[in-house]
């Protein structure tokens, strides 16, 4: 294969912090680089609290105790997401009512919501898509008048914004994702944010297993005990470490991504004004973070001769998630509505080769390779 989907980049400065953390002999969690990773992003963001996780996943499960989910609550979140979003609140008991995407954009459609809550509603999931924001005043101002919880997935999310506002400020809680294939990559690794200051005394006992081990180590408390529910979410600080060597070149690797998406987009933009292939504008309202270049195709048959002939070329072009409601293990728990949108975009989409260190002449062979078989 010439040229792999993703790539991990490297600043060079993870394998010396990852060695300072190991010679340090504190390698476990909540560590220096740790605390380095909380500031830079409370400080960089305006997010009133940061907690590393040990994957978006943690983080999101954490989200779920947070909101006080229960047997019998019922959540709504998109159904083109990642298993992860849905997973962290079933783990709770709580019923996932899954929305439907808009046609443009493959975000929660705000239209679709009124329909869907009930007085067992008790939380609202919304999920960013590669880093593009929802309209989050729409969404708050339901979560407002429903008294529900918000969470904001936003896994691809990261230096992205909605209004000027850092996506993960905005909801209650939200959720980033640090692997691999993401902007700032940590192997795994994930952030929870939190924005309501009510819950960053409970949030803190979850993380540090369900004690205020946090509160003892800054000598607020002569000793710490088991006082809430919790799991050992935080991750080692050698993960930290070589995570903060990413955040601190976290603006030349936006550099290079941000190129890279408007490289794509120049050189296919004709071939969309020709509807040979959709993919959505940018709102307004949102800023695009080069987490990754989609297009959809046609139809379901020609995505498939596409990903096959950009394969035979040396070009591994993936497609992303299936729709959670018409999974193996929901299809039998879903209330049966037609998700139109998200069965568009889960059938036809393209997503194409994207990495910092993608050069332009690769960028244009790609293209020329999508031109060509459309």
């Known amino acids: 294969m010439k ?14 912090y990852v060695a300072q953390c190991a010679y340090s002999g504190e390698l476990s969690g909540n560590g220096m ?7 830079f992003f409370e400080l960089r963001y305006g997010f009133k609290k940061a907690l590393l996780t040990s994957s978006c996943s943690d983080a999101l499960e954490m ?20 298993v992860s979003t849905a997973n962290a609140f079933a783990l709770r008991g709580a019923e996932i009512v899954f929305a439907d995407i808009g046609k443009e ?32 005043d729409r969404i708050m101002e339901i979560a407002e008048r429903h008294n529900l919880f918000v969470v904001e997935d936003a896994a691809h999310a990261i230096d992205s914004y909605y209004k000027d506002r850092p996506l993960g400020s905005i909801g209650h809680v939200g959720t980033f994702s640090f692997h691999e294939t993401k902007n700032i990559i940590a192997g795994e690794g994930g952030l929870l944010t939190i924005n309501d200051e009510s ?19 800054r000598g607020e408390v002569e000793k710490y005990e088991w006082v ?22 976290l603006d030349e690797i936006q550099e290079k991504r941000l190129h890279i998406w408007e490289k794509y987009n120049e050189e296919l ?16 309202y949102a800023t695009q973070n080069g987490n990754m270049f989609y297009f959809l195709a046609k139809t379901e048959k020609e995505r498939s001769k596409i990903l096959e002939y950009l394969k035979q070329n040396g070009i591994l072009a993936v497609f992303h998630y299936l729709p959670l409601h018409e999974s193996k293990y929901y299809i039998d728990k879903h209330d049966g509505r037609d998700l139109p949108n998200t069965r568009e975009y889960s059938s036809r989409i393209v997503r194409l080769p994207f990495y910092a260190e993608l050069a332009d002449s690769e960028i244009e062979v790609i293209s020329d390779r999508v031109r060509s078989i459309v």
């Not at 040229?3 to 010396?16: D, I, R, S």
């Not at 680089?33 to 500031?39: A, L, P």
Request: aromatic share 12%; with cysteine; proline share 8%.
């Open 3 to 16: 040229t792999p989907f993703n790539k991990p980049y490297f600043t060079g400065k993870e394998p010396f």
């Open 33 to 39: 680089y740790t605390q380095k990773c909380h500031e």
């Open 63 to 82: 989200a779920a105790l947070l909101g006080e989910v229960e047997p019998g609550d019922q959540v709504i979140m998109p159904s083109y997401t990642f």
């Open 105 to 136: 954009i493959p975000n929660i459609d705000p239209d679709k919501l009124e329909g869907l809550i009930t007085e067992k509603t008790k939380a609202l999931v919304v999920v960013h898509y590669a880093g593009l924001a929802v309209d989050m």
């Open 199 to 217: 819950l960053i005394e409970r949030a803190e006992i979850l993380w540090e297993k369900g004690t205020n081990r946090a509160a003892f180590s």
């Open 228 to 249: 809430d529910l919790g799991s050992s979410y935080l991750p080692p600080d050698m993960i930290a470490a070589f995570l903060y060597a990413q955040l601190q070149h």
């Open 269 to 284: 933009a004709a071939t969309k004004d020709k509807g040979l292939i959709y993919y959505p504008d940018i709102p307004s």
